[in-house]
């Protein structure tokens, strides 16, 4: 596999804002085949529509579950993680409850996971758990909720959903993202079986880079044509 191959490998083309449709869903799944990208990261109701779109490529589709803001309860998420499998996602990231791990509610959050993770491979769909780690900052949160991935088989932890945002002192919000230290963190406190996802923040192709260093092995943006047109540029 190509230095270009292996880059869009590692991209989870992301389908999210609120404000997308059916036209951005087609837009985004045309994108996804042009650069043999790893997924599509879609909406719940799209995924129905995005595995007709993909029929025939080797393009996987995932779907958001408590998404962005990780507040349903658990036995909706499971059924929302079923529903998409149902519906022919083969990936699932989730949103954890960032209340309940900003409280330490460790054993909730563990129920959580587990939970979803059942589901999915149930289904024989992969998890990937967002932390937000906009929200979840403390290293010692982020390693046990690292810790917990693993004792409960989840298959990825992932940095944020790309909607943390953070409101600032002049009232605006914000959102990092992914950042280099967390990924470290992530990738030295999970398991040997558990890979990490960036996603937030990154769209460049040195960003992509550098998470790559990280040995991370997924990244959701929404930059894919940037990221891969340059990536096209340099190494061709």
């Not at 995932?62 to 149902?86: L, W, Y």
């Not at 563990?110 to 289904?123: G, S």
């Not at 605006?172 to 990924?183: E, F, N, R």
Request: glycine share 8%.
């Amino acid at each position: 596999m190509s230095k270009i191959n292996k880059l869009a490998k590692m991209i989870d083309h992301s389908i999210l804002h609120p404000t997308f449709g059916n036209k951005e869903l087609k837009k985004g799944c045309a994108v996804a085949i042009k650069y043999d990208v790893a997924s599509v990261c879609v909406k719940p109701y799209m995924v129905a529509d995005a595995v007709k779109l993909l029929k025939g490529s080797n393009i996987l589709v995932g779907c958001v579950i408590g998404f962005p803001s990780g507040n349903a309860a658990i036995p909706v998420k499971v059924f929302e993680t079923e529903n998409a499998c149902n519906d022919g996602a083969v990936e699932i990231d989730m949103v954890i409850n960032i209340g309940k791990a900003l409280e330490g509610e460790w054993n909730y959050i563990e129920e959580e996971i587990k939970a979803v993770t059942d589901a999915c491979h149930k289904n024989g769909a992969i998890v990937k758990v967002i932390f937000e780690n906009d929200y979840i900052t403390k290293d010692e949160d982020i390693i046990k909720l690292c810790k917990i991935c693993t004792k409960v088989e989840a298959d990825y932890v992932k940095t944020s959903s790309g909607f943390g945002f953070v409101k600032g002192d002049d009232g605006k919000y914000s959102c990092v993202g992914a950042t280099i230290p967390h990924l470290r963190l992530m990738k030295e406190s999970v398991g040997p079986n558990v890979k990490v996802k960036a996603a937030g923040g990154i769209r460049t192709l040195d960003q992509l880079i550098a998470v790559q260093e990280t040995k991370s092995t997924r990244c959701g943006t929404t930059a894919t044509i940037t990221i891969l047109e340059e990536t096209k540029k340099r190494f061709e």
